[in-house]
């Protein structure tokens, strides 16, 4: 009896997914419950599991096609014969026993070698009928790319003509205005852009577009902070098993500075300003495939230790794709930090609906004056982007120096002043 694969419930106010990737193809055995097709929403990647054990019969929604709830995806058939069928078939034929098992070995290779491939090089090696097991890949992490596919295809024609050998660099010229200019196309690789990407894109653009965005910049002296943490790291690691870093700092900062600037942790709904009495933070996190703002609940009834577990535990899950729906909506303020790739100064944009943004950046030693005396001390530039609808200029600057505060003099977060 046939089972059938369809999409399951995809979160509140999402009815559409993309097909990313089939863990499976047709003819392979799946155990009950074994991830088999990846789907990917505006908001997260999830994996649909066998309902049944079996063979996977049949693909019925390809790898990039749209689908809805409830969608069929695929069919699993009974037991493991028909996977083997397509084998046994081929000894049948008279006089080609021999060459069957040496040809089945090089098409599952090919396959293998087709799932990490882009979009364009795999459809052109379909068309062609080539073994993509015997490209070499140049792309990242070997994958076969569209202008691997074409040099594959030029090759054979090398020994046919020796002589003919020596001009092949001349492929790589362009010359303006003639036909000369093709291979430089062939070079290039179009991809479509995924759900989540295309998400992303659509809602910093509709931040840029709706709200007065305005950033203020302030910089805050590191010293103690890194001292402090110098000091209780490793007695912290071995008491919470989690690591002492310096975004539960920041949480703890930025907690402190909304209670005292409500407005920054507040939201507009038509012509309402919505004010929110807890502290959902966001923190930023870059996965594979791309930004998103996993949150921290009630992080102002978390010491420490949990927040630093919490955000640790966050951000593993961001980066193997499996943050579930409700563990990316409802955040009341953003923490960015794009420190941690190197950036020394940007101007974060607010996460919709949300009305302000802080960004953190790298800690990098500068000269200072402290006191009337030079000195070298770790500075890092924050930078505060808001919506100028609800948060004035004073409320914005007087946010930011509270953070600076609670940063340069971090006893100020244990005694809540």
Known sequence: MATEIKVPTLGESVSEATVARWLKQ?????????????????????????????????????????????????????????????????????????????????????????????????????????DASKIAGSGKDGRITKGDVIDHVAKPAAPAAAPAAAPAPQKYQWTAGTAGDRPRAAQEERVRMTRLRQRIAERLKEAQNSAAMLTTFNEVDMTNV??????????????????????????????????????????????????????????????????????VRDADKMGFADIEGKIGELGKKGRDGKLSM?????????????????????????????????????????PVVVNGKIEIRPMMYLALSY???????????????????????????????
Do not use: W
């Open 26 to 130: 047709v003819g392979q055995p799946v155990a009950a419950d074994e991830p088999l097709v990846e789907l990917e929403t505006d908001k997260v990647t999830l994996e649909v599991n066998a309902p049944a054990a079996g063979t996977l019969a049949e693909i019925v929604a390809p790898e990039g096609a749209n689908v809805g709830v409830a969608a069929l995806l695929g069919v699993i058939g009974e037991g493991a014969v028909a996977a083997a069928a397509p084998a046994a078939a081929a000894p049948a034929a008279a006089g080609a026993a021999a060459p069957a098992p040496v040809a089945a070995a090089p098409a599952g290779a090919s396959v293998a070698a087709l799932a990490d491939a882009g979009p364009a090089a795999r459809k052109l090696v379909e068309e062609k009928g080539l």
């Open 226 to 295: 890194m001292a402090l943490r110098n000091e209780y790291k490793d007695y912290f690691e071995k008491r919470h098993k989690v690591r002492l870093g310096f975004m539960s700092f920041f949480v703890k900062a930025a907690i402190q500075a909304l209670k005292e600037i409500p407005a920054v942790n507040a939201e507009i709904d038509g012509t309402d300003v919505v004010y929110k009495n807890y502290y959902d933070i966001g923190v930023a996190v870059g996965t594979p495939q791309g930004l998103v703002v996993p949150i």
């Open 326 to 366: 409700d563990e990316l909506t409802g955040g009341t303020f953003t923490i960015s930090n794009g420190g941690v790739y190197g950036s020394l100064m940007s101007t974060p944009i607010i996460n919709p609906p949300q009305s302000a943004i802080l960004g953190m950046h790298k800690t990098q030693e500068r």
């Open 387 to 417: 919506d100028h609808r609800i948060i004035d200029g004073k409320e914005a600057v007087t946010f930011l120096v509270r953070i600076k505060e609670c940063i340069e003099d971090p006893r100020r977060l244990l005694l809540d002043v």
